[in-house]
């Protein structure tokens, strides 16, 4: 069990940095109790969407404003709709993480590193999770392919500056899931308890803020929480946020915006190549909700968490 839910030092020093002088003479435990722990995180989580909203209807209106005025329909004279509002709601999510990691350093007495911003290695260990995230996804599609579950062709000509700009905003967008999840919710949570309480209640949370995503199902909720799972473990066993946060992120950009398929339930503004399901066949490819929903990917991200809690040594700098 050890072995598997890696304790790495950065939730030691959480621990430490909850206890005040006057905690530790009573002889107080680290943390809060888990009740008041789960409170604590849905309350900073919808602060942070609240914020976030606010954020995105800002963006709306000036989408709005602009292609009025604008005689191409583009905004700003520049951006698509679609692809305006992508980048708008990706770049956004920073709002989140501002919000999540400031609440949770004033109410739980958090410090930067202890939500992963470890700065030793991080560019190596960020350019390790680009490439392990793509992978991850494109054995998912390639046993899609295989089994005639999709179709894949090209788009043609997709537009490389929205490409480069899209994928700065997942970069924010897989930091932010990865920071709320990973870096708050299971850090906080283990500061008291099993590390493996931790992992579970947070990748459950985070399956939990796709509840009201386009064609989610029961599939698409354990493949959700299988991934979840999956970061948790990268995240244990690195000790940074940054692995994690460049695998998902690469995970969401290959998904929608080079292979064209619809991430977790939305539709990418663009895309290199175009993903068509085969009918009849949603078990494999996710039907409504892109792959994510389907065995596919429920067979490649076991197979990762199985790799990475028995043979992955713990590699925290």
């Given at each position: 069990m050890q072995k598997v839910f890696y304790r790495p030092q950065i939730i030691e020093e959480a621990a430490a940095s909850s206890l005040t002088p006057a905690r530790k003479a009573q002889?107080?435990?680290?943390?809060?109790?888990?009740?008041?722990?789960?409170?604590?995180?849905?309350?900073?989580?919808?602060?942070?969407?609240?914020?976030?909203?606010?954020?995105?209807?800002?963006?709306?209106?000036?989408?709005?404003?602009?292609?009025?005025?604008e005689p191409s329909g583009k905004v700003f004279g520049i951006f698509e709709p679609a692809v305006f509002e992508e980048m708008f709601y990706l770049f956004g999510t920073v709002v989140s993480t501002v919000v999540v990691v400031s609440s949770a350093m004033f109410i739980t007495r958090r410090r930067l590193r202890t939500f992963g911003f470890v700065k030793k290695n991080a560019v190596k260990h960020y350019l390790i999770g680009l490439a392990l995230g793509a992978g991850l996804f494109v054995a998912s599609i390639g046993i899609c392919a295989l089994t005639g579950s999709v179709s894949i062709t090209y788009a043609g000509g997709a537009n490389v500056f929205y490409l480069i700009l899209i994928f700065m905003g997942y970069m924010l967008q897989g930091n932010s899931e990865e920071v709320a999840c990973r870096g708050f919710t299971m850090v906080s949570i283990s500061r008291r308890y099993p590390v493996w309480v931790g992992v579970i209640y947070n990748s459950v949370f985070f399956a939990a803020l796709h509840l009201f995503n386009p064609g989610i199902g029961a599939l698409p909720i354990v493949n959700l929480i299988l991934f979840g799972i999956l970061m948790s473990l990268v995240f244990l066993k690195t000790g940074n946020i940054w692995l994690v946060s460049a695998l998902h992120t690469s995970w969401n950009f290959v998904q929608g915006n080079v292979f064209g398929?619809?991430?977790?339930?939305?539709?990418?503004?663009?895309?290199?190549?175009?993903?068509?399901?085969?009918?009849?066949?949603?078990?494999?490819?996710?039907?409504?909700?892109?792959?994510?929903?389907?065995?596919?990917?429920t067979i490649v991200v076991t197979i990762a968490i199985l790799v990475t809690a028995f043979f992955v040594k713990p590699c925290e700098d």
């Open positions: 002889g107080k435990k680290p943390g809060l109790n888990l009740i008041l722990e789960i409170l604590v995180t849905f309350a900073i989580f919808f602060m942070s969407v609240i914020c976030e909203g606010v954020a995105l209807n800002i963006g709306e209106i000036l989408a709005a404003m602009t292609t009025k005025l398929v619809l991430v977790s339930g939305g539709t990418p503004s663009v895309s290199i190549l175009s993903t068509a399901p085969t009918e009849l066949k949603d078990l494999i490819n996710g039907g409504p909700f892109g792959l994510e929903g389907g065995i596919a990917v």
